[in-house]
């Protein structure tokens, strides 16, 4: 809800349908990083940030807050793989 809200009031709706469609992907990834230790409380403030700088009408702290919260979202890629190593392609 907090994502699709988001892309709704960004004036970007299509976007969440987007998401929507690769969304199972997108929550295989979630279910597999959450479990790591400190991970929710990061994401949590990383939403909080996002929410905050939307509240105060500052798109330039949103702008930098969502930046910051998708390169978490990537810098977490290489540890869930190291993590979970038979949930990914192996490539040769």
Known sequence: MFHATIAEVAGYPG????IQQV???VDRYRRLTLPQEGRIARVIVEHEAILNAIEAHDPAG?????EI?????LDNISTTQNINPD????RS
Request: charged share 20%; aromatic share 14%; hydrophobic share 50%.
């Open 69 to 73: 919260h998708l390169e978490s979202l």
């Open 87 to 90: 949930f990914f392609d192996q």
């Open 23 to 25: 969304k199972l992907n």
């Open 15 to 18: 976007i969440w349908t987007l």
């Open 62 to 66: 949103a702008r930098t807050a969502m």
